[in-house]
């Protein structure tokens, strides 16, 4: 079970959530989120921090996402718009879909993407939406969207995915983390898994 954290802003929440056992950490590169990070500032709090980090941008063009994905020593991009998959070809890529009662899953075929992040119909914001819509599928799916402590494990056995992420779930004030509680949704979650 991959775990996700995610609207990392401060090295304190990157070095908690790697002690709390995350594979990787999302940095956000979408000037309009409120958890906007600099490539600079996303390169110094994951410096030496042996986990996936993963850059997340809405609508990039591939060349500032490849800068972007230098200077902040990303291990994967994170795209949450309507880029052409063929442009990113280059890159490691985990295409995030809003799954809305309009989604059709047959869409994550037209995408030669790493892993697939099935989100709610406004990221990060705690929106859930219907898991049903993404259980079965083939494809490595990261499933988000209203995932906190209280319903990762709920959701890990009704999905089975390969990964789970949260972000606005587990602050305690816009940005920042509830360190417990991200040590709690961490240990649910591979919990959860292992009982697979």
């Known amino acids: 079970m991959m ?9 304190e929440d990157a070095v908690a959530a790697v002690a709390a056992g995350a594979h990787a950490l999302g940095f956000n590169f979408c000037e309009s989120s409120p958890r906007f990070l600099d490539p600079d500032a ?18 990039a063009a591939p060349e500032v996402v490849a800068d972007i994905a230098e ?44 892993a697939f992040l099935l989100d709610g119909p406004a990221p990060g914001t705690g929106q859930s939406f219907d ?11 990261v499933l988000a969207g209203g995932l906190g402590p209280d319903n990762v ?9 390969w990964g789970v992420d949260a972000c606005s779930a587990l602050e305690k ?14 240990h649910n979650a591979v919990q959860a898994a292992t009982k697979l």
């Open 3 to 11: 775990v996700k954290i995610c609207g990392i802003t401060t090295r």
């Open 42 to 59: 996303a390169a110094v709090i994951g410096e030496d921090l042996r986990v996936l980090k993963v850059g997340v941008f809405v609508n």
């Open 71 to 114: 200077r902040a020593a990303l291990d994967i991009v994170q795209l949450h718009g309507s880029e052409d998959p063929v442009e990113f070809a280059t890159m490691r890529v985990w295409k995030a879909f809003r799954v809305t009662e309009n989604w059709n899953p047959e869409t994550l075929d037209s995408y030669g993407a790493e």
């Open 131 to 141: 898991w049903t819509q993404a259980r079965g599928l083939r494809q490595r799916i």
């Open 153 to 161: 494990a709920i959701a890990v056995r009704m999905v089975q995915p």
């Open 173 to 186: 004030s816009l940005g920042i983390k509830d360190h417990e509680r991200v040590r709690q949704f961490v």
